[in-house]
């Protein structure tokens, strides 16, 4: 029996690798969702938002798997706002702490109950790429990203905000895969990008002209549909489809899975680093626990 962990699993493509994962033969899914009310599945309340409510989840959580080891954690769940004036109740910019510090805190806490050779899948984007999109990040300042000072204007900030988060996310997740802990234990670590794809609910925040070009554009043919970008998380997830030697970002464009090498910036040790040591104090882990 493979014991599987995942946020944003309740709407989008993530429902969609859900229920892949639940209807899975010898498979015990565990959904965590801030909207625990009109899912079927075994879900338990999380609430990105909040740092100590990541703490708490993952006391219950431990609880009730009392000793049992999870073999696929997948950290799906993400937010997009218009602008960068939104902040969390620890008073981080939303978009940093709830897509990035709140998965990160998250895997921290969760690393001892991982088994052996484990599969951790964290959703990237390639809109961290500067040489894909032209509002892509070409540096990284965590602390600029947690406080922004200054007073955003127009829907670009926003865009740029969740750029960078989502480099956050690729770096932790490259970080994670390169750590003593992964490496001994045998894990698989998969940055995962969906691709441009239609009919998510990231584009709620969009303004109304940018949510139709977004219905436009989805009738491009390299455009993902939600069933593609979902089956080929839970196909990550649960080892049927596996990484090539040397590689951790598996791309999804016009429905065809790729292992491309990340942006510049995704590639240096330094940034991973730095980024790593910063979250591990905003978090509260700076004396590693």
Same mark, same amino acid.
């Given at each position: 029996?493979?014991?599987?962990?995942?946020?944003?699993?309740?709407?989008?493509?993530?429902?969609?690798?859900?229920?892949?994962?639940?209807?899975?033969?010898?498979?015990?899914?565990?959904?965590?969702?801030?909207?625990?009310?009109?899912?079927?599945?075994?879900?338990?309340?999380?609430?990105?938002? %909040?740092?100590?409510?990541?703490?708490?989840?993952?006391?219950?959580?431990?609880?009730?798997?009392? &000793?049992?080891?999870?073999?696929?954690?997948?950290?799906?769940?993400?937010?997009?706002?218009?602008?960068?004036?939104?902040?969390?109740?620890?008073?981080?910019?939303?978009?940093?702490?709830?897509? #990035?510090?709140?998965?990160?805190?998250?895997?921290?806490?969760?690393?001892?109950?991982?088994?052996?050779?484990?599969?951790?899948?964290?959703?990237?984007?390639?809109? #961290?790429?500067?040489?894909?999109?032209?509002?892509?990040?070409?540096?990284?300042?965590?602390?600029?990203?947690? #406080?922004?000072? #200054?007073?955003?204007?127009?829907?670009?900030?926003?865009?740029?905000?969740?750029?960078?988060?989502?480099?956050?996310?690729?770096?932790?997740?490259?970080? !994670? &895969?390169?750590?003593?802990?992964?490496?001994?234990?045998? @894990? %698989?670590?998969?940055?995962?990008?969906?691709?441009?794809?239609?009919?998510?609910?990231? !584009?709620?925040?969009?303004?109304?002209?940018?949510?139709?070009?977004?219905? *436009?554009?989805?009738?491009?043919?390299?455009?993902? *549909?939600?069933?593609?970008? &979902?089956?080929?998380?839970?196909?990550? &997830?649960?080892?049927?489809?596996?990484?090539?030697?040397?590689?951790?970002?598996?791309?999804?464009?016009?429905?065809?899975?790729?292992?491309?090498?990340?942006?510049?910036?995704?590639?240096?040790?330094?940034? @991973?680093?730095?980024?790593?040591?910063?979250?591990?104090? @905003?978090?509260?882990?700076?004396?590693?626990?």
């Amino acid at each position: 029996m493979k014991t599987v962990v995942m946020t944003g699993g309740t709407a989008g493509f993530g429902a969609v690798a859900a229920k892949r994962i639940f209807n899975t033969p010898n498979t015990k899914l565990i959904l965590a969702a801030r909207d625990t009310k009109n899912s079927s599945m075994d879900t338990m309340p999380l609430d990105l938002a %909040r740092l100590s409510n990541v703490r708490s989840f993952v006391q219950s959580l431990m609880k009730k798997l009392n &000793g049992t080891k999870i073999d696929i954690l997948v950290m799906n769940a993400g937010a997009q706002f218009g602008n960068t004036r939104q902040r969390t109740h620890d008073g981080f910019e939303s978009t940093f702490a709830i897509n #990035h510090l709140s998965h990160y805190l998250l895997l921290r806490l969760l690393s001892p109950a991982l088994a052996k050779n484990a599969t951790i899948v964290i959703t990237t984007s390639d809109v #961290h790429d500067p040489e894909v999109v032209p509002f892509g990040p070409k540096e990284l300042d965590s602390e600029a990203l947690a #406080h922004p000072q #200054h007073k955003s204007t127009g829907f670009m900030p926003g865009l740029k905000a969740y750029a960078s988060s989502k480099l956050c996310n690729l770096l932790t997740a490259r970080a !994670f &895969g390169a750590s003593i802990d992964s490496q001994i234990n045998g @894990m %698989r670590v998969i940055a995962y990008n969906p691709g441009l794809t239609g009919g998510t609910s990231l !584009f709620r925040a969009w303004p109304w002209w940018a949510r139709l070009m977004m219905a *436009t554009a989805s009738r491009l043919r390299h455009v993902n *549909t939600i069933e593609q970008v &979902g089956n080929a998380i839970a196909d990550l &997830g649960l080892g049927t489809i596996v990484s090539p030697a040397g590689r951790f970002y598996a791309s999804l464009v016009g429905g065809k899975l790729t292992w491309p090498e990340p942006s510049e910036l995704g590639r240096k040790d330094d940034v @991973m680093m730095s980024l790593w040591r910063d979250s591990e104090r @905003m978090v509260g882990l700076s004396n590693g626990h």
